[in-house]
């Protein structure tokens, strides 16, 4: 769980019920993201106004870091190809490193803004959301570009892939939009409006349905696969970052504003609420907990 507040800036592992503090690491300045090597359970922390990505073992000790020139935002591994994709924001482009090795294997340009990057559980291509040009962006794993689409509405945060059919979700920020977009980003799926602003979304890989969050209003719509929303469920104090929908159709929510976090399920139901932090703005739960 990243916890943003500047007296915290921290990352904390808790127990799988969320009940225990287990582990934190402090140090950072705006850690944003983070992703876990499944192959050794090493963490990737995106360290945003310290301008670098940090590696750090599964019992906390920090074991390499890498200096951008500009800020990273997401990053995403890549299992099969053992490959750490790093968005570089200020600079426009995408890098990709070697697990492995620490290298630097390749760049893409041609991005403005870039923010988000995901990989599709559809057909593992890439995904990239380029806030300021106004673009989503659909990548292979040696940096081509399969597909692009741009909209004057769409001012892309985040991203999320229905695994179903390997269409993509995509919140706007104070654009207010919430956007569907085909597999090939041919086609505008769906486009919703009347939300503050969207945040960030994690879609249920049973029916494909969708959760977004509104940080404005401090509100989670759920939405149908076809884009038909099915309900509302309010209360909430600026609610910022989801987990995936787990196996068991449970996920988490960081209700940033009253610092806590928040179990779930596809219902929305609130099964469970952990107090105690400051800013908590993401939950990433481990791949092989259930």
């Not at 090493?42 to 990505?53: E, F, Y």
């Not at 990548?139 to 695994?163: E, V, Y």
């Not at 769906?190 to 879609?203: H, P, R, S, W």
Request: glycine fraction near 10%; charged fraction near 25%.
């Amino acid at each position: 769980m990243v916890d943003q507040h500047a007296e915290a800036n921290a990352v904390i592992k808790l127990s799988q019920d969320g009940s225990k503090e287990l582990l934190r690491i402090s140090g950072f300045n705006v850690p944003t993201f983070l992703d876990i090597d499944a192959a050794n359970k090493t963490l990737w922390i995106t360290d945003t106004a310290n301008n670098r990505v940090v590696q750090y073992s599964e019992s906390g000790e920090k074991l390499y870091e890498i200096k951008l020139a500009g800020r990273p935002y997401h990053l995403v591994i890549c299992q099969k190809h053992r490959g750490l994709w790093v968005v570089d924001s200020d600079n426009g482009e995408i890098i990709k490193f070697s697990l492995d090795s620490k290298k630097e294997l390749l760049r893409v340009k041609g991005f403005i803004n870039p923010h988000d990057i995901i990989i599709s559980s559809y057909d593992n291509s890439i995904w990239v959301s380029d806030e300021k040009g106004q673009a989503i962006a659909r990548m292979d794993h040696a940096g081509k570009i399969l597909g692009r689409i741009r909209r004057n509405f769409l001012q892309p945060k985040h991203l999320a892939i229905n695994p179903n059919d390997g269409s993509c979700w995509i919140t706007n920020g104070d654009n207010h939009y919430l956007v569907k977009l085909s597999f090939d980003l041919k086609e505008v799926l769906a486009k919703l409006d009347g939300f503050g602003t969207t945040y960030m979304v994690t879609i249920g890989p049973k029916d494909g349905s969708v959760w977004v969050s509104d940080l404005e209003k401090g509100e989670i719509t759920k939405i149908s696969a076809e884009g038909k929303i099915i309900k509302k469920v309010g209360g909430f104090d600026r609610c910022r970052g989801f987990s995936p929908v787990d196996t068991d159709g449970t996920f988490w929510l960081g209700n940033w504003g009253k610092g806590e976090i928040i179990k779930l399920n596809t219902d929305g139901e609130i099964l469970a609420r952990i107090g105690g932090f400051k800013w908590p703005r993401l939950v990433v739960v481990e791949k092989n907990q259930k």
